[in-house]
């Protein structure tokens, strides 16, 4: 659990920069990003491909330092990257010649937990995602939904305050994506974990996040922080879950408005 005073952010970006340069040659991809995460919030990063979400997201978990600004992660400066914030991609990146059990297991090895709390710890995160009774297959044995709900046991099972999320559905199928929208809100709401999430997909950003940040590209900046007031969880169906979608849309000049049809029955 946390250990951020409740008012503070956990994640703060103030004027954040980020320049790439080869050869002479130098761009920058990020430009005067400000912004706060406060503790238990579920923030979307939504932006056309190439505006630095990606960029963006690697210098919050320290992977990457700012050309400029500052980046904090619970009231400190982001120097390095921490089991405190851990990323997830769209690829599990899970070890082939290992157990869903064992996967769990090798990424709990720095915690210093003795074998027995290890595998107490790891069974009670592939409990929470449901594979109980997977935990000694194979990866090639399970589907790709599954192997990714694998992949959230492992980083849930570090404790982290924050996940950051990378595209992390992206390569599921519809129905496959809508359940571990599910699961990992539940698991969210349960654990308290922050989650900053880089999609592309509106439906996915405006089901999951407290505030969905727009993005603009050439350089990346932060355009529009939208907070999606309905409660969770929540019906993709109803109009105030369209109302955000066409918003979104709106900032992306993506809808168009029809004349109203007529019918004559
Ligand atoms: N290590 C790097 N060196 C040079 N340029 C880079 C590097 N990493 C990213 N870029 C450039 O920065 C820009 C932003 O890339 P980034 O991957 O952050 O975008 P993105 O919004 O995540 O894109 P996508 O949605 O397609 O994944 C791109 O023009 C990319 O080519």
């Known amino acids: 659990m946390s250990v951020t005073a409740e008012n503070n952010p956990l994640v703060e970006l103030k004027g954040v920069e980020k320049e790439f340069s080869k050869q002479g040659d130098s761009k920058k991809v990020l430009s005067g990003i400000d912004f706060d995460i406060r503790k238990g919030e579920v923030v979307s990063i939504l932006g056309q491909s190439g505006c630095g979400k990606s960029t963006l997201l690697n210098l919050i978990g320290g992977f990457d330092s700012p050309t400029g600004g500052e980046l904090f992660f619970d009231g400190k400066q982001v120097t390095k990257p921490s089991r405190r914030a851990i990323m997830l991609f769209q ?33 009670r995160y ?23 709900r694998v992949a959230i046991a492992r980083a849930l099972s570090i ?12 390569a599921l199928d519809t129905f496959n994506r809508y359940y571990l929208q599910d699961e990992l809100l539940r698991i969210q709401q349960q654990e308290g974990t922050n989650i900053i999430l880089v999609t592309h997909d509106i439906d996915e950003a405006v089901y999951l996040s407290d505030r969905v940040f727009i993005m603009d590209a050439n350089p990346g900046t932060v355009r529009k922080k939208i907070t999606v007031k309905l409660p969770k969880p929540r019906d993709r169906a109803h109009s105030d879950f369209q109302y955000y979608r066409k918003w979104i849309l709106d900032e992306f000049n993506f809808s168009y408005t029809q004349d109203q049809l007529d019918f004559n029955i």
Do not use: C
């Open 126 to 148: 592939i409990k929470l995602v449901g594979l109980e009774k997977s935990m000694d297959q194979f990866p090639s044995e399970l589907s790709g939904g599954m192997q990714q």
């Open 91 to 123: 690829y599990y990146a899970l070890l082939p010649w290992r157990t869903v059990l064992k996967n769990v297991e090798l990424a709990l090895e720095p915690e210093g937990l003795s074998k027995e709390e290890s595998r107490e710890r790891a069974i």
């Open 159 to 170: 404790r982290p305050e924050l996940i950051l999320m990378d595209e992390p559905f992206a």
